[in-house]
């Protein structure tokens, strides 16, 4: 490969995800770009991110075309040194795979004997991961610059309706730094991304960490002692997004009859994306557990007159009933653990039930890519109000396609509540690997006997399906009746808690 040439292949997006679609390219062929500029819009089974430039230069080539599935690895953008001549494409061949790229900090930084030495420890840091910068979390130059071309209007196939620029071509959108990535006197300009993502992931500030590597860099260790001090995560503030586009359908030809039922077809949809990760989850947790399911009324009018107490004297304050049932649920898993476990199976055929120190507690999110499960963690450690504002923030991440893997991949039980669908119940298929899930039906007036007498009240219906290799009947039915009692009688359940 040409020394004037850098080509950056798809990075490894984590949490098993092996492909992405390319939904937009930012840039073409021609542009001069900086470090850390966007240069792609991708689709994952777990949301949907920019990928920013690790290079500076001129793109020479770009690899793909928008609706392509891409696999991880695989050359994603050609880029030309500053100086060097574009005009050569061919001359980018594909870095080979596994290998990182001698100089990915060289853009913008003194060839100086520390700013040597601490690329080195970047290239020994990224070496324990996937040699590629992750998507969403920077690279070693941080933010220079601006997106230099508009994103694209998007086109629904189904419909032939175009839909308007997301945003006016002459106004650059500058995107955000990462938080972090320079810190003045800590050479922060070549902290490894992975260290950069594992700091994210768990709300930890690089600005308060002093580093233990040369120079003062922060390495992996520095942010694993930092998260073992408890902090408080603010909600991140609402920004501008850009919505999914609506899956492509396959182009068929006109008046194609179905074999099996003699009907025209009017459609072929590609299985893709979070489509395509649920298919997959759903299908193998229905085939390796052997779920059993229990349900109960319960007569939920003193959690809404509770609530509607507490509107009253906060109007804006005030948590929603999710809420009050998540916590109800995380005090629940502290009495019955075992529902709060996951069931390997090793290599060798040996079993194991894992417990865990703590709830990240799912909860299922209906997004315009599909259903899923961003996870709050550590949620036995909030209160009812400090779980309504993650569950909140959660969901419009989730909904934006914004939610980070570890944020989507990250519970080990899951809340449902499809009584939002006007539904009562649900036989629920577990959300693998956990082992348990709570669902949670419309609450409607009911008929129901109160101290003898006839009375219409507030009721609705939950359904616990759980893993019947971790425990019996007796243990989820004692979960289950333990949350249907802290919601009949809220301000006791709580005053325990």
Same mark, same amino acid.
């Given at each position: 490969?040409?020394?004037?040439?850098?080509?950056?292949?798809?990075?490894?997006?984590?949490?098993?995800?092996?492909?992405?679609?390319?939904?937009?390219?930012?840039?073409?062929?021609?542009?001069?770009?900086?470090?850390?500029?966007?240069?792609?819009?991708?689709?994952?089974?777990?949301?949907?991110?920019?990928?920013?430039?690790?290079?500076?230069?001129?793109?020479?080539?770009?690899?793909?075309?928008?609706?392509?599935?891409?696999?991880?690895?695989?050359? &994603? !953008?050609?880029?030309?040194?500053?100086? %060097?001549?574009?005009?050569? =494409? @061919?001359?980018?061949? /594909?870095? *080979? #795979?596994? +290998?990182?790229?001698?100089?990915?900090?060289?853009?913008?930084?003194?060839?100086?004997?520390?700013?040597?030495?601490?690329?080195?420890?970047?290239?020994?840091?990224?070496?324990?991961?996937?040699?590629?910068?992750?998507?969403?979390?920077?690279?070693?130059?941080?933010?220079?610059?601006?997106?230099?071309?508009?994103?694209?209007?998007?086109?629904?196939?189904?419909?032939?309706?175009?839909?308007?620029?997301?945003?006016?071509?002459?106004?650059?959108?500058?995107?955000?730094?990462?938080?972090?990535?320079?810190?003045?006197?800590?050479?922060?300009?070549?902290?490894?991304?992975?260290?950069?993502?594992?700091?994210?992931?768990?709300?930890?500030?690089?600005?308060?960490?002093?580093?233990?590597?040369?120079?003062? &860099? !922060?390495?992996?260790?520095?942010?694993? %002692?930092?998260?073992?001090? =408890? @902090?408080?995560?603010? /909600?991140? *503030? #609402?920004? +501008?997004?850009?919505?999914?586009?609506?899956?492509?359908?396959?182009?068929?030809?006109?008046?194609?009859?179905?074999?099996?039922?003699?009907?025209?077809?009017?459609?072929?949809?590609?299985?893709?994306?979070?489509?395509?990760?649920?298919?997959?989850?759903?299908?193998?947790?229905?085939?390796?557990?052997?779920?059993?399911?229990?349900?109960?009324?319960?007569?939920?009018?003193?959690?809404?007159?509770?609530?509607?107490?507490?509107?009253?004297?906060?109007?804006?304050?005030?948590?929603?009933?999710?809420?009050?049932?998540?916590?109800?649920?995380?005090?629940?898993?502290?009495?019955?653990?075992?529902?709060?476990?996951?069931?390997?199976?090793?290599?060798?055929?040996?079993?194991?039930?894992?417990?865990?120190?703590?709830?990240?507690?799912?909860?299922?999110?209906?997004?315009?890519?599909?259903?899923?499960?961003?996870?709050?963690?550590? #949620?036995?450690?909030?209160?009812?109000?400090?779980?309504?504002?993650?569950?909140?923030?959660?969901?419009?991440?989730?909904?934006?396609?914004?939610?980070?893997?570890?944020?989507?991949?990250?519970?080990?039980?899951?809340?449902?509540?499809?009584?939002?669908?006007?539904?009562?119940?649900?036989?629920?298929?577990?959300?693998?690997?956990?082992?348990?899930?709570?669902?949670?039906?419309?609450?409607?007036?009911?008929?129901?006997?109160?101290?003898?007498?006839?009375?219409?009240?507030?009721?609705?219906?939950?359904?616990?399906?759980?893993?019947?290799?971790?425990?019996?009947?007796?243990?989820?039915?004692?979960?289950?009746?333990?949350?249907?009692?802290?919601?009949?009688?809220?301000?006791?359940?709580?005053?325990?808690?």
């Amino acid at each position: 490969m040409s020394s004037d040439m850098q080509v950056f292949k798809l990075p490894d997006l984590g949490e098993g995800l092996t492909e992405a679609e390319l939904v937009n390219w930012l840039v073409a062929v021609g542009d001069e770009i900086v470090v850390d500029q966007p240069i792609a819009e991708v689709e994952t089974a777990k949301s949907m991110v920019e990928v920013p430039s690790p290079y500076a230069g001129t793109v020479a080539e770009l690899h793909g075309e928008a609706g392509q599935t891409l696999d991880v690895g695989k050359p &994603l !953008i050609s880029i030309a040194r500053a100086g %060097a001549s574009a005009a050569s =494409p @061919a001359a980018a061949a /594909p870095v *080979p #795979a596994g +290998s990182v790229d001698p100089s990915p900090v060289s853009s913008g930084l003194d060839a100086s004997p520390a700013a040597e030495a601490a690329a080195e420890t970047y290239r020994t840091e990224e070496k324990a991961g996937s040699g590629n910068v992750l998507i969403g979390y920077g690279t070693p130059g941080g933010v220079t610059g601006g997106r230099t071309r508009p994103r694209k209007a998007s086109v629904s196939v189904a419909s032939s309706v175009v839909e308007p620029a997301a945003e006016p071509a002459a106004v650059p959108v500058m995107e955000p730094s990462v938080a972090g990535t320079r810190i003045p006197g800590k050479l922060s300009a070549v902290i490894s991304p992975l260290v950069r993502k594992m700091a994210r992931d768990h709300g930890v500030s690089l600005d308060a960490i002093e580093g233990s590597g040369t120079s003062g &860099l !922060i390495m992996r260790r520095d942010v694993e %002692a930092a998260i073992t001090v =408890p @902090a408080t995560r603010e /909600p991140a *503030p #609402a920004a +501008s997004r850009v919505s999914a586009p609506a899956p492509a359908i396959a182009s068929i030809d006109a008046g194609a009859v179905d074999s099996r039922t003699g009907l025209s077809v009017s459609a072929r949809t590609p299985v893709r994306g979070v489509r395509k990760a649920v298919a997959a989850n759903m299908t193998r947790s229905r085939s390796e557990i052997p779920e059993a399911t229990v349900w109960v009324d319960v007569d939920a009018t003193a959690l809404l007159e509770m609530r509607a107490e507490l509107k009253k004297r906060a109007p804006h304050d005030t948590p929603g009933l999710l809420a009050f049932i998540a916590r109800f649920v995380t005090a629940g898993l502290k009495k019955y653990p075992a529902l709060n476990t996951r069931f390997e199976t090793a290599e060798d055929g040996t079993q194991e039930i894992v417990g865990f120190e703590g709830v990240n507690l799912g909860f299922a999110a209906q997004t315009d890519r599909g259903l899923v499960v961003p996870s709050v963690r550590n #949620a036995h450690q909030l209160s009812a109000r400090e779980l309504d504002a993650e569950i909140r923030r959660l969901t419009a991440v989730a909904r934006d396609g914004k939610a980070t893997p570890t944020e989507l991949g990250s519970g080990t039980f899951t809340l449902n509540n499809y009584g939002v669908f006007g539904v009562d119940g649900s036989a629920a298929i577990i959300n693998y690997p956990e082992v348990a899930m709570l669902g949670v039906g419309r609450i409607i007036d009911k008929p129901w006997v109160v101290n003898g007498e006839l009375a219409v009240r507030k009721v609705t219906e939950l359904t616990l399906a759980f893993d019947h290799r971790v425990c019996d009947g007796e243990t989820a039915a004692g979960f289950l009746r333990y949350v249907a009692d802290a919601i009949e009688n809220p301000g006791g359940a709580l005053a325990d808690m």
